[in-house]
């Protein structure tokens, strides 16, 4: 428990400035104090508790829902008034032969002096059909969203890499994406709806992989903001939905009709597993052409079939496949009223279908040359988007059942390129590498054989399979009865394959039709009910830094403070709340802290976090500073100083149930709302 502090010092209510005391430390403080740690709560530590949540009445007219992935992208709504019926976006222009365009390539062209100038096929085909040496100026950008995951200091400066090497801050890239489809869905929403007021009526929900900390979160929502989507203002009209826990929503509406299941069942004509997966796949995907000219989707008023057999506590994994991640769900299903509760903290990695193309690129640096292929893609980088195009294509068609060669078309200026810098011919330099399972065509193609295909997606999948299996083994997450397996990476027959040879024994294995498009559906879902998800689990231990009395025997030495004859301990990690700890809907974490100084405008609290629970000490290994929380005061009313022995109590609350961490303030001498906020990207 974290000591009260005595009213009457008022200079140890030091509470919130982050402002250290000027008296300079006694001899018996050996060590040098952390400057972030003055804080003395005035309220002990407690557990979440349930608290109403006052929420202004919902006066949206649709829900936006933008699907924001690595490799592809899209948006859906669904008018309040008709929950059911689920719009998707206009068919895109330039979409690939036989490639599902409901969705567009997540691809910026920007201008050679940095103006937006096309998203998803146009930005690609229009990149693509620029000479060599114009392309070297403009600046495109693909598969960027890759860059909020991998990056561990993420800040509002970060930069972004465009094909030809030139960099721009990352917030505006993403800004510009997302203003894209505002303007998009805007338009087509004023067609539908022409009476649609100018503000305020659209909630929009951006989705963002579960595994994304809170800085990738926050940096989602602030590019929001810069697009203009909606107004800091009003942060409650914008909504950010976890993809997996999006694609369960979506899931728990589906009639049997909709969803496939994998799992092996001995049927009467022998077919032996492998085949009926496929022809399952080849009945869905001909449904999916054919519902690709309605552009509307209806979905269960409440919930589907396979839903309605499930019981009390049955348990589920949703494992979103997408282009650049995968993410894992393990949620638990509560009836009779249908919502649902995570069981496990979301888990994952870098495992998307990404992972296959830069197999396929390293294939291409073993035959032709690392040197060669970097040289290719700086020199001429529109013939390098080209042919990823190509593999695209090749990689949509692998299964594992095939037995023939796949055949990769390389543009004419790769052909040419290498034989001006390297003075042979490709077919040359595929006899003289060392991979033998690609061969050269006359048509001017690379051959690359199934087992050569295999092996591209081989260390990705296996990356899957191994963190599912792990994932499985936990006690908690102990009797899966389904799997579902979605996102665009979920498509592929090859990892279809791998996770029913895996699985399917211990679960059913099941994949909706429109695997797709299954998350940006069940984010529509979740923006017109965000309670859903009744129950979610904490990534990290989150606290804050204080002041304890210290304890001999107890408290060391270098962490002790003398303040005005009083012997105090600093750097105590003060939890909010703990890793994997489950936190319901609603639940708040309170604490009360006291400014410093009489007059004071501003309050800083230090938030850090770890991924383990036994903190004691903010110096902790793995312990970091991950965010500040802001609070913003107003002037004393009664234009006097408080008298010494009097305080000004900020009550400050934090959920940490939703989606994002959130945090509100109260001056509990007024009961008047203080301006609050926490910053997990100023580090």
Known sequence: MSTLLDPGMQSLRVGTNCERSRTPSPPSSPGTLNESCSIAPLTPSQSPRN????????SFVVVVAIDFGTTSSGYAFSFSNDPEAIHMMRKWEGGDPGVANQKTPTSLLLTPEGTFHSFGYTARDYYHDLDPEEAREWLYFEKFKMKIHSTSDLTMKTELEAVNGKKVAALEVFAHALRF????????????????????????????PAIWKQPAKQFMREAAYKAGLVSPETPEQLLIALEPEAASIYCRKLRLHQLIDLSYKPLANGLAPDRSIDSSFRQAREQLRRSRHSRTFLVESGVGELWSEMQTGDRYIVADCGGGTVDLTVHQIEQPQGTLKELYKASGGPYGAVGVDLAFEQLLCQIFGEDFIATFKAKRPAAWVDLTIAFEARKRAATPSRANPLNVSLPFSFIDFYRKHRGQNVETALKKSSVNLVKWSSQGMLRVSAEAMNELFQPTISQIINHIDALMKKPEVDGIKFLFLVGGFAESAMLQHAVQTAFGATCRVIIPQDVGLTILKGAVLFGLDPTIVRVRRSPLT???????????????????????????????FEKFVAVDQSVALGEVVQRSYCPARAGQRKIIINVYCSATDDVVYITDPGVRKCGTISLELDAVEDGGSPSPRSRREIRASMQFGDTEIKVTAMDVRTAKTVRASIDFLSN
Do not use: M
């Not at 608290?51 to 919902?58: D, F, W």
């Not at 606290?543 to 301990?569: A, D, I, Q, S, T």
């Open 51 to 58: 608290e109403a949540r006052t929420q202004r009445p919902t």
């Open 181 to 208: 489809f505002k303007r998009h869905a805007l338009q087509e929403l004023k067609d539908q709806c022409p009476s649609l007021p100018e503000t305020g009526a659209v909630r929009w929900v951006i989705t963002v």
């Open 542 to 572: 989150y606290g804050v830094g204080v002041l304890n009395k210290f304890v001999e025997g107890k408290h060391p030495r270098e962490k002790l403070l003398v303040k005005e004859g009083k012997n105090w301990c600093t750097d105590i």
